[in-house]
């Protein structure tokens, strides 16, 4: 079985501050995918970023940033010079077979202080 | 293109009374699924669909239903309303590569409560 974990309940820093969004994930398979999905108190889900379990290159997208080791299991995202626009609950996901969908952590509710 | 829509975006129900979320897409997706949001929980895979004709249980489906008809729509149904059904429904659909689903586009949230 799978199994994501997102050990962070709730974050809160001051705008501008970095700030890493933990995950870690439990598979025997060895290929899969891992996801980040925003969820901004508008309730909609957006997608972040999708990564293969092949692909072990760390992923920057402006403020975003994504740090994957297989060694530790982890999926860490970490957003640079943070931005009230980013208060949200930010979920890591993993699939490992397409048709058992996703299997999502949690979730991490991010606050961002002006 | 409108990407997944669901239908109602809010709904109220009393215990025992039946309803259908309705999800639909227009990208020509194969795969479909159901989850629900419920505090604290994440999402949950309630029930998927890799394509017309083709359904299947996820990870909490009890007390639901679903069907696949067509490849654009992916009906929920409740067929008796309870308490604990009470949650956010998201529909999302994607499609599969080599068995493995590209990016997920979810909808926009249906809200359920069940008196």
């Known amino acids: 079985a799978q199994k994501v974990t997102q050990a962070q309940t709730e974050i809160s820093v001051v705008e501008k501050e970095d700030v890493t969004l933990d995950c870690v994930y439990e598979?025997?398979?060895?290929?899969?995918?891992l996801f980040w999905y925003k969820q901004p108190p508008s309730g909609e889900l957006v997608f972040l970023i999708r990564?293969?379990?092949?692909?072990?290159q760390n992923e920057i997208s402006g403020r975003y940033s994504w740090n994957f080791q297989k060694s530790t299991s982890s999926f860490n995202f970490t957003i640079t010079a943070s931005q009230v626009v980013d208060s949200a609950v930010y979920f890591c996901a993993l699939e490992v077979d397409g048709a058992d969908g996703l299997t999502f952590g949690k979730g991490t509710h991010l606050i961002i202080q002006p | 293109n409108a990407g997944v829509t669901q239908t109602p975006k809010f709904q109220v129900l009393k215990t025992g009374q039946s309803m259908t979320l309705q999800c639909a897409q227009d990208m020509n997706h194969e795969y479909m699924s159901w989850y629900r949001q419920d505090p604290g929980m994440g999402l949950r895979l309630i029930h998927y669909s890799v394509g017309a004709g083709i359904t299947d249980q996820g990870e909490v489906p009890n007390g639901y239903n679903v069907s696949r008809s067509t490849t654009e729509d992916f009906p929920l149904r409740l067929l008796s309303a309870a308490p604990s059904q009470t949650s956010v429904y998201f529909c999302a659909s994607s499609y599969l590569d080599r068995g493995l689903q590209e990016t997920q586009y979810f909808g926009p949230g249906t809200r359920l409560l069940v008196l």
């Open positions: 598979t025997r398979d060895t290929t899969y995918y």
């Open positions: 990564r293969n379990s092949f692909d072990e």
